[in-house]
């Protein structure tokens, strides 16, 4: 662990996370999730969402969720609160996404990002995610593409 990197719990989201996330999404993206939205996938059978908390207190820092459908996962939100990043907490869980795919052997894992989001940009490439493709205008506030980044397991999910 460098001296920069946070020591984090990763951990399933529950209910208790809740109002935290929902801040967190309020202060991360233009278009939020909201409590109730957050509050369904704990019933998705599909979504696996994880918490990363402040291995000291507990406190939430970041979270990011995954839907995995037969062979295939795309990565939802990725969000830190401004105060922990650039300390390691958002490759701490994309590295749980990553072994939870192997493991799982899924086909790929894929996501959006802005492409004004260099820091995501970077974190993701770190782990082998290749841009595959653009979608025009799908953010707004302030109206943006978004770059579809993807990282295969197997060559056959490349071609």
């Known amino acids: ?61 970041g979270y990011a969720g995954v839907l995995v459908m037969a062979d295939e996962g795309y990565i939802t939100n990725v969000a830190v609160f401004p ?32 492409p004004s989001n260099a820091a995501a940009i970077a974190l993701y490439q770190g782990f082998g995610f290749e841009e595959v493709g653009r979608r025009k205008n799908y953010y707004d506030l302030p109206k943006e593409d978004a770059l579809i980044l993807t990282c295969y397991f197997n060559e056959e999910a490349a071609e």
């Not at 990197?5 to 809740?18: G, K, S, T």
């Not at 869980?93 to 894929?110: G, Q």
Request: hydrophobic fraction near 45%.
């Open 83 to 114: 105060e922990y990043r650039r300390r390691g907490i958002g490759a701490q869980i994309i590295e749980v996404f990553m072994n939870f795919a192997r493991a799982n052997r899924l086909a790929f894992l894929t996501l959006e990002v802005r």
């Open 1 to 61: 662990m460098s001296e920069k990197e946070m020591r984090v719990r990763i951990v399933p989201m529950n209910a208790d996370h809740l109002d935290d996330l929902e801040r967190l999404e309020k202060i991360c993206f233009s278009r939020p999730w909201s409590k109730r939205m957050l509050a369904e996938e704990l019933e998705n059978a599909c979504a696996a969402f994880l918490v990363a908390e402040d291995a000291d207190s507990g406190q939430v820092v």
